[in-house]
């Protein structure tokens, strides 16, 4: 009779794994490698740091943009925790006081006008006090320009100071996908460029 026996084959292919998801894994930010955290075959997740660049550099470079905003800030009459946002122009400091001047210098000069109607003052007397009214509106139209640009200095200082954190935090250099380490480009006290690939991971499914 016939008999229905079952027998198991086994193809023995030399060959390496390839995955359609062989992502990349590269640096944002330029600086030296201080170490890689990971070997080859290495089973990773996503969002593990596979590779930390020396943070030295960075670290100075937000301590910069820091104190150069704090400086602005100050200049504005804020201090970015408790008071977040420049008071309305008028009330900065600079423009009260050239403000106060230019009224002054207004007042002094209808005072001048009117001493000057009863001859009780000379021309020259007049002269310096129509004189000083226009260089304090001169003034109080600088400290208005300064105040400006100064708002201005402050969203771009803001900006300094995110951009350095970001770059700060890039120093930890995360694989986006889980899988295996496939290759390693960097090694310990290399500098690389910025969007250098550090390493190469393998998705495990699906594999060919």
Request: hydrophobic content about 40%; cysteine-free.
């Amino acid at each position: 009779g016939v008999q229905r026996i079952s027998i198991q084959r086994q193809v023995d292919l030399a060959g390496s794994l390839i995955s359609p998801d062989q992502a990349k894994v590269s640096s944002e930010v330029a600086g030296v490698v201080r170490r890689v955290l990971v070997e080859l075959g290495q089973e990773v997740a996503a969002g593990q740091v596979v590779v930390k660049l020396d943070t030295q550099e960075l670290e100075l470079a937000l301590q910069r943009a820091i104190s150069q905003l704090k400086q602005t800030e100050a200049q504005l009459g804020i201090d970015g925790v408790n008071v977040k946002e420049p008071p309305p122009v008028e009330q900065i400091s600079a423009v009260r006081l050239a403000a106060a001047n230019r009224d002054d210098a207004q007042a002094q000069l209808r005072r001048a006008q009117r001493l000057k109607s009863q001859n009780l003052l000379s021309q020259a007397d007049l002269d310096t006090a129509e004189t000083r009214v226009k260089v304090t509106e001169a003034n109080y139209q600088a400290a208005l320009e300064n105040v400006q640009a100064l708002k201005a200095t402050l969203q771009e200082r803001r900006h300094a100071v995110e951009l350095a954190r970001k770059k700060l935090s890039d120093t930890d250099i995360r694989s986006s996908v889980a899988g295996q380490v496939a290759e390693r480009f960097v090694q310990q006290g290399e500098y690389i460029r910025e969007n250098t690939p550090v390493v190469s991971i393998v998705q495990m499914n699906p594999l060919k």
